[in-house]
């Protein structure tokens, strides 16, 4: 029986309030949607920036071995839109995709549509919204493989990547920012 760890640590920047779950259990050929939402001890300026630094991606990021921002122009409003390429390497899979990057500061959220590389879908977004802790951080991930054989090597692995690319998130905020938190 697979147990989630828990992220309720003093020096953790995340706190588990709802588990990984995926939404779409009846089709088993596409991917689940995947949803969370954590607390981070971070304001969510920080967190924003910290996930706004797509070019520091392969930095920290586990299986993102390249990670570039290809242009950047401002959008409406507090929008900035990105092109940014990921190239991301899992046993068997080395792929690169490019996506399409909309980062929002004054709603503090974040929207990213590959538009070039190995999936069918692929769609994650960020909201970061401030409490007295530091800020409530919203994550989903809808996404299906073009190749059905790497959605079949991916999701039995799904959460435990879920997990690791949020422990590395958590990471970073603790190198960048330290004791710096709310």
Request: proline fraction near 3%; charge should be positive.
């Amino acid at each position: 029986r697979h147990i989630m760890p828990t992220l309720i640590l003093n020096s953790c920047a995340w706190r588990d309030k709802n588990r990984l779950r995926p939404e779409n259990k009846s089709d088993l050929r596409v991917m689940p949607s995947v949803k969370l939402q954590r607390t981070s001890r971070f304001t969510a300026d920080q967190m924003y920036s910290l996930v706004a630094d797509v070019s520091q991606y392969s930095a920290f990021l586990p299986y993102c071995v390249g990670s570039r921002v290809l242009s950047r122009v401002a959008g409406e409003g507090d929008e900035e839109v990105m092109l940014a390429e990921l190239a991301i390497r899992y046993k068997v899979i080395h792929e690169r995709f490019e996506s399409r990057v909309v980062l929002n500061s004054g709603a503090q959220a974040i929207v990213a549509t590959q538009t070039k590389g190995p999936f069918k879908r692929l769609r994650n977004d960020w909201r970061f919204e401030a409490n007295a802790a530091g800020c409530d951080v919203f994550f989903s991930l809808d996404y299906d493989f073009r190749i059905s054989l790497f959605g079949k090597i991916v999701a039995p692995l799904q959460q435990r990547i879920v997990e690791a690319m949020i422990d590395a998130f958590e990471a970073r905020a603790q190198n960048l920012y330290g004791d710096r938190s709310v």
